[in-house]
């Protein structure tokens, strides 16, 4: 009997179901803790990209409109990341 691709990776994905099943959603612990930690790792580098950014305003350095942009893409990024992976594994 011949699988086609689809087929291998439904199968796959059963048995990845079941095994994590058997165990009790023991990982979702683990996944609750690195969502928190992404969150304030966002946190503490949005923090030293602001200070890092006035300082640059203040000095009266070039555009700073770039830095902005990356610092707010940045954050908005790992607390999303760090939301999804909350929501993913807690549901």
Same mark, same amino acid.
């Given at each position: 009997m011949?699988?086609?691709t %689809?087929?291998i %990776?439904? %199968? *796959? &994905?059963?048995?990845?179901?079941?095994?994590y099943?058997?165990? *009790? *959603?023991?990982?979702? +612990?683990?996944?609750?803790? =690195?969502g928190?930690l992404?969150i304030?790792i966002g *946190?503490?580098?949005?923090?030293?990209?602001?200070?890092?950014i006035?300082?640059?305003?203040?000095i009266?350095k070039?555009?700073?409109?770039? +830095?902005?942009?990356?610092l707010? &893409?940045?954050?908005l990024? &790992? &607390?999303? =990341?760090g939301?999804?992976?909350?929501a993913?594994?807690?549901l």
């Open positions: 011949k699988f086609s %689809i087929e %990776i439904v %199968i *796959g &994905l059963q048995q990845a179901i079941l095994r099943d058997a165990r *009790g *959603g023991a990982f979702s +612990s683990y996944f609750y803790h =690195i928190n992404m304030v *946190g503490i580098v949005g923090l030293i990209a602001a200070i890092k006035y300082n640059n305003w203040q009266g070039g555009n700073v409109f770039h +830095s902005v942009t990356n707010f &893409l940045g954050s990024a &790992l &607390l999303t =990341i939301g999804i992976i909350k993913m594994f807690l």
